[in-house]
């Protein structure tokens, strides 16, 4: 069975797959405010803003980040 972890900031949804994980590095060096491995919960989106994580999340090489937009609850 597949372990998918999600992390909000309200506007975006941050999706950890923890098997994908190749542990570069590169999340960790690029917005060490979000992700820190010696915290739990290890992922705190709220500590960038939506654009910031995107781009993040689109250098992950292995594709273990992923994300989703929320919907607009209006």
Same mark, same amino acid.
């Given at each position: 069975?597949?372990?998918?972890?999600?992390?909000?900031?309200?506007?975006?949804?941050?999706?950890?797959?923890? %098997?994908?994980?190749?542990? *570069?590095?590169?999340?960790?060096? *690029?917005? =060490?405010?979000?992700?820190?491995?010696?915290?739990?919960?290890?992922? +705190?989106?709220?500590?960038?803003?939506?654009?910031?994580?995107?781009? %993040?999340?689109?250098?992950? =090489? *292995?594709?273990?980040?992923?994300?989703?937009?929320? +919907?607009?609850?209006?």
């Amino acid at each position: 069975m597949e372990i998918v972890k999600e992390y909000t900031n309200g506007e975006v949804t941050v999706i950890w797959k923890p %098997q994908l994980c190749i542990h *570069s590095g590169i999340c960790v060096a *690029s917005l =060490p405010l979000v992700y820190n491995p010696k915290e739990r919960p290890w992922v +705190k989106p709220e500590n960038a803003t939506t654009e910031e994580l995107i781009q %993040q999340i689109n250098m992950c =090489p *292995s594709g273990a980040l992923s994300y989703r937009m929320n +919907k607009d609850l209006k």
